[in-house]
C-alpha cells in the first residue's frame, strides 16, 4: 500500500521520474476551428477528406450500418470487404488479401499464424512495435537482428536448428524513414527456406509505381514466400490492416490467426473510405510522387539528407529540446512529431516530419520560416 493509502501511488512515482527525464507524454484534442498545419500525421496523399474518400465511406455507412456487427467469421464480411481484399492484392501485386481492424492487429495475426513453438523469428531491430509484441506473442524463438544487418539474418537462418524460419521487417521504417535491404533479405531467405514478412506502412502510397510499395518496386510482388503487411490508416486515409500474399496464407490465417478470429470486423465505413483513396490513387498515381517531392524540400529546410519516404527525421538528441522544439513550432501554427525514447533509441530524441502530397506553396512558406527560426534555436 501506498503512501496514499491505495495500492496506485507507485503511479506517482513512476510519472514523477518520466516528468523529469523529459518522457511525460500527453493527449492533445484536435478540435474545430484553426487547424495548425499538419506535418504529424500519417495522411500521405492528403485523402482523409477528399469528396470520394468520404463518399465512400458514406455509402458504406448507409449500406452496412455502423459497425460490423460480430467477427470475421461470424457475421463481420461484407461483400465490401471482400472487394477490398482482392483490390488491394491486385494493386500491390499478390495473390490475395485479408482485411484486420488494424494494422496492430494484421502483424499480430500474421506473425503468430506463421510460426510459432519449433519456429525460428529473426526480427530486425527496427521493426515497428506491433511487430516485436508479434513476437512476444508468437512462442517462437526469436532473434533480433541489428536494423538492416543482413549478414546477421543469414547467421541467425544458417545456424538455427528449427525447421521452419520467418523474417520481420518494415521496408520503411517507421521512425527513420529510410529503406530497408528488402531485395538482400528476400534472397537469403529464399537461399535458407525461410519466410519473409515486411511490413509496407509507410511504403504503400509512397514507393513504388504508383504507390504500389517498395516489395513491387524492387521487383518481388507475387513471391509466394514474402507477405506483406500494411495498414489502411496512412496512405489510405482510414482504418484497418491488411495482410497481402499467397492465397494458402490467407486460407490459413482464416484458420489460425487469432486477432483475425477473436476479433469484430473492420468498420463497413472504413473498408468504403479505404476503397475509395485506393481508386484515387489508382487515377492519380502522381500523388505517390508528389509525397516524395514534398519530403525532399522538407528535408532541405531542415538540413537533413534528401528521404526516401514521406517520413523526414530531424534528430536534436535530448527529448527536452525535442520537445522544446516542438512546441515553438506548436506555437507558430506548425505540428509537427516529436519522438522520444521508447519509440527511438535513447540520445536520439527528434522532430518527426512527415510530409503530405497536398501541402501548398503557401504552407511550404510558412513552415520554411518557422522551421528555420526554431532549428537555428536547437541546434543537434
Ligand atoms: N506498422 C507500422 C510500421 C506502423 O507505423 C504502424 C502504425 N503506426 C502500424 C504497423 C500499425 O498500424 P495501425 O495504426 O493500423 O494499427
Redesign the pocket.
Known sequence: MGSDGTALSWLDDVAAERRDAGLRRELRPRSAGLEPVDLAS?DYLGLVRHREVLAGAAAALGRWGAGATGSRLVTGTTTEHELLELELAEFVGAESGLVFS??????LGAVTALSGKGTLVVSDAG?????VDACRLSRARVQVSPRGDVDAVRDALATRTEERALVLT?S???ADGDLAPVRELHRICREHGAVLLV?E??AIGVRGDGGRGLVHEVGLAGEPDLVI??????SLAS???VVLGDGRIRAHLIDAARPFIFDTGLAPAAVGAARAALAVLQREPGRAAAVLSRAADLARIAGVPEPESAVVSVVLGDPKRALDAARACRERGLHVGCFRPPSVPAGTSRLRLTARANLTDREMALIDQVLTDVLAGAPA
Not at 102 to 107: D, I
Open positions: 500519417n488494424s494494422g496492430y492487429t494484421a502483424n521493426s515497428h512495435a506491433s511487430l518494415d520503411v521504417y517507421s511490413d506502412a509507410h503487411t500494411a495498414t489502411l490508416s496512412k482504418q484497418g490492416g
